[in-house]
């Protein structure tokens, strides 16, 4: 299917554990990102990255690892879980340049408890 | 820093009625401008974009917005609001050299009632 798809929709992790969220797009976007929402703070961005290889911290980096070996796919990885990652996740992605419409397309959210 | 401020956390309104919803940011310089919707359970959908030009755009869903530099704002507007606005609204701002990096406000809670 066509559009961007994260996965899982929901994860209950204990505190100590790895956790990886998948996020996964078929429109070739260049950009891609990682926000999470969390109530009263709107959407805060975690890492982005503008091409396969290339990612670069957001505004909220510490204690998340990502990497994009492949232009599609970009997985979000928590190496010892805290309660304060227990958040909503959300993928997004983009395509800059000429093409550039500035709309970032988002997936419908990766809901991670930490217990 | 660049920030984003929504005043209102939640905003009640009656269908048909009109809706405003504020934003206000500060940054440097003019910075590209959108209103995004997020539906209970799922992603964030752009409304409109504000880049140059134009300070009155024209979104989906019969929306609007305006883009005022001397107050620093950009409020999205809807002459007569369904049941189906019932949503969550979120104003986000990107330097023009910063491209995709938003920064999001908190957010308004619209409730539609009949």
């Known amino acids: 299917d066509a559009g961007i798809t994260q996965s899982p929709r929901y994860k209950i992790t204990e505190t100590g554990r790895q956790v990886t969220l998948m996020c996964h797009q078929t429109w070739s976007h260049s950009y891609m990102f990682w926000y999470r929402q969390d109530l009263g703070h709107g959407l805060r961005l975690i890492y982005y990255s503008a091409a396969a290889d290339i990612t670069d911290k957001g505004e909220v980096p510490d204690g998340y690892v990502v990497s994009r070996s492949k232009t599609e796919n970009f997985p979000l990885t928590l190496e010892s879980a805290t309660r304060s990652q227990t958040s909503v996740y959300f993928c997004?992605?983009?395509?800059?340049?000429?093409?550039?419409?500035?709309?970032?397309?988002f997936g419908e959210g990766s809901r991670l408890t930490v217990l | 820093a660049q920030s984003v401020t929504q005043p209102d956390i939640h905003i009640t309104v009656s269908e048909g009625a009109s809706l405003e919803l504020r934003c206000n940011y500060s940054?440097?310089?003019?910075?590209?401008l959108f209103w995004y919707v997020q539906s209970p359970g799922q992603g964030l959908q752009l409304l409109l974009k504000?880049?140059?030009?134009?300070?009155l755009v024209q979104g989906i869903k019969g929306f609007e917005a305006e883009f005022k530099r001397s107050q620093s704002s950009f409020n999205l507007r809807k002459p007569s609001v369904h049941w189906s606005d019932a949503a969550e609204y979120f104003c986000?701002?990107?330097?023009?050299?910063?491209?995709?990096?938003?920064?999001f406000g908190a957010g308004t809670q619209v409730v539609v009632t009949p």
């Open positions: 997004a992605s983009g395509l800059a340049g000429a093409s550039n419409t500035g709309e970032l397309f």
């Open positions: 504000y880049f140059s030009g134009d300070t």
């Open positions: 940054y440097g310089a003019t910075p590209y």
């Open positions: 986000a701002v990107a330097g023009t050299d910063s491209w995709g990096k938003l920064q």
